[in-house]
C-alpha cells in the first residue's frame, strides 16, 4: 500500500477529470435492496516545491456520487460528497534510498450539517530502495480511520521496469501494471481496495438521525490510455468489483452485509504538468 505514497507526486502533478459509473449490485441477506451509484471526481495540484533534497506537494481531489439505494427507510440519501486533501513529502537520503510520507485527510458526507464526524485519514510512510536500474524495492506501512475499527496494515512491494514499455508495480493488495503499446497508446491494468466513508444526517421513522455508511470492495480494472500530445490524454475503461460490504452505522440502526460482485464503467481526461 505504501506504493500510493511513491507515486504520490506524479498524481499531484496532473488534472485529472473522470466520470465513473457503478452498476446495481444486490445487498446480500436483504430482500432485494441494491446498490448503484454514477460518480464525478476531479483531481487537481495546489503546491509543489523541490528544496535540495526535499520534496513537498499537495494535491485536492473532489468527488460527487450519485448514490441509488433502493430501500430509502435504511438509507435516504441520494447524494454523498468527499473531499480529499493530499499531502506529500519525500527525502532523497542518498543515489539509492527515499523516504516517503502521505497524509490524507478526507471530509466526506452529505454536506447537509457537516461536523467533526465527517473527518477521517489516511496516512502513509515509508521507503523506496533502488536495486537496479528497473528494480525498486517499496517498504512501509498504511494507517487509515474507519467505523469503528482503525486499520494499520505493513507493507511491502516492488516496482520493476523490464522494458522501456512496460512497468509493474506491487505492493501487498495494489497491482498496477502498464504497457506502452505504441508512444501515444498506453494499456494500464490494476487491483486494489476501493470505497469510501460518509457521515449522513436524515429522517428515519419521523426522528432526525446521524447514520455513518461505508461501501467497499476490491476491484480489479483494465483500461486504455491515449496521450494526444505531450500534455493531454483521455482515457476509457471498465472494472469489476468483488468482495464487496456495505456497513451502516447508527444509535438505532446497524447493518454490515456483503454485496454481489458487479462491472465498473469509467471516462476521463488528464492534464500532465
Do not use: C
Not at 481531489?61 to 439505494?69: A, E, I, P
Not at 537520503?93 to 450539517?113: C, K, V
Not at 530502495?129 to 528494480?135: A, E, G, H, I, R
Not at 467497499?216 to 460490504?245: K, L, M
Amino acid at each position: 500500500m505504501v506504493v500510493n505514497a511513491q507515486k504520490g507526486m506524479s498524481d499531484l502533478a496532473a488534472i485529472r477529470l473522470a466520470y465513473e459509473n457503478g452498476s446495481d449490485r444486490e445487498i446480500k441477506g436483504t430482500a432485494g435492496t441494491e446498490v448503484g451509484y454514477d460518480q464525478l471526481e476531479i483531481r487537481t495540484p495546489v503546491f509543489f516545491k523541490e528544496v535540495g533534497d526535499w520534496k513537498f506537494a499537495a494535491g485536492v481531489r473532489y468527488q460527487s456520487m450519485d448514490l441509488d439505494f433502493t430501500d430509502p427507510t435504511v438509507l435516504d440519501e441520494d447524494r454523498l460528497h468527499s473531499l480529499d486533501l493530499a499531502f506529500f513529502l519525500s527525502k532523497k537520503s542518498s543515489d539509492t534510498l527515499d523516504w516517503l510520507f502521505l497524509f490524507n485527510p478526507t471530509l466526506a458526507g452529505d454536506y447537509e450539517n457537516t461536523d467533526s464526524d465527517a473527518f477521517n485519514y489516511l496516512t502513509i510512510a515509508g521507503a523506496k530502495w533502488k536495486q537496479s536500474d528497473n528494480l525498486q524495492w517499496i517498504f512501509g506501512a498504511l494507517y487509515t480511520t474507519g467505523i469503528g475499527d482503525d486499520l494499520f496494515v505493513p507493507a511491502i512491494g516492488l516496482i520493476w521496469e523490464p522494458s522501456d514499455r512496460s512497468s509493474l508495480v506491487f505492493a501487498g493488495p495494489i497491482i498496477r501494471y502498464s504497457y506502452q503499446l505504441t508512444d501515444s497508446l498506453a494499456l494500464k491494468l490494476g487491483g486494489q481496495f476501493v470505497g469510501n466513508r460518509w457521515n449522513t444526517e436524515a429522517v428515519y421513522g419521523g426522528s432526525l438521525e446521524e447514520r455513518n455508511v461505508r461501501f467497499r470492495s476490491y476491484r480489479i480494472n483494465a483500461n486504455i490510455q491515449w496521450n494526444f500530445d505531450e500534455n493531454h490524454s483521455v482515457f476509457v475503461g471498465g472494472g469489476y468489483d468483488f468482495a464487496g460490504e456495505f456497513e451502516i452505522e447508527s444509535p438505532t440502526f446497524n447493518m454490515d452485509r456483503d454485496v454481489e460482485s458487479g462491472g465498473v464503467f469509467e471516462i476521463g481526461y488528464q492534464y500532465q504538468f
